[in-house]
């Protein structure tokens, strides 16, 4: 089920951080996620890009997260037609009007999951910043690498013990017909 955008907006702040926007793009005709990354900055990007959405970001900090299709289609650059959009899911699409006609259309990876809370779900899952999950994760992996690092260090140390615990006490090591195997000496 569909959110409206300022029902979702309201979630993305609880779940993700006040960091993070929904803003509609109208120039791409769709609805922009962006993660305030910084400050303000008033410098064009350094690759040149002046479209304006690119530039309204970097003016006031932010970075686009995804960009959410208002509809399940977009319109073709060449012919203007209609190109499908895979629902619910990311898919290789392209404009079946120019293929018919001969043309050789582009083809894009496109995806079309509305503002709803299975896109909200995903951008948890992708977030780095996952309400202290993260930060669970990474104390989790750290507690059990320092786990094996213990019991690594445990284990060499048990196994230098065993090798030489008889040559310390001066303990013969005996074979099996009653004869000494080895001259107890540490050197």
């Known amino acids: 089920m569909s959110l409206t955008p300022e029902t ?3 979630e993305l702040f609880a779940r993700l951080g006040r960091d993070y926007r929904l803003r509609w793009s109208q120039t791409n005709r769709s609805w922009c996620i962006e993660q305030q990354i910084g400050r303000a900055v ?4 350094s690759d040149g890009n002046t479209h304006p959405d690119t530039l309204l970001r970097a003016q006031e900090g932010f970075i686009l997260v995804c960009e959410v299709q208002a ?3 977009v319109v073709c650059e060449d012919c203007g037609g209609q190109i499908k959009v895979p629902e619910l899911t990311i898919g290789e699409t392209w404009c ?3 293929w018919q006609a001969g043309l050789r259309p ?3 990876t496109l995806g ?4 709803s809370e299975l896109l909200l779900r995903r951008l948890e899952q992708t977030s780095i910043k996952r309400h202290g999950t993260w930060q669970r994760e990474m104390e989790t992996r750290n507690r059990l690498l320092q786990e094996s690092l213990d019991r690594d260090d445990s284990n060499e140390m048990d196994a230098i013990v065993g090798d030489y615990f008889n040559r ?3 303990i013969p090591q005996v074979g099996y017909g009653g004869i000494i195997t080895r001259k107890n000496t540490l050197s």
């Open 168 to 170: 310390c006490l001066d």
């Open 8 to 10: 979702f907006q309201t």
């Open 106 to 108: 582009i083809r894009k």
């Open 42 to 45: 008033w410098e064009l990007p």
């Open 112 to 115: 079309y999951i509305p503002l």
């Open 96 to 98: 079946q009007a120019c």
């Open 71 to 73: 509809r399940p289609f």
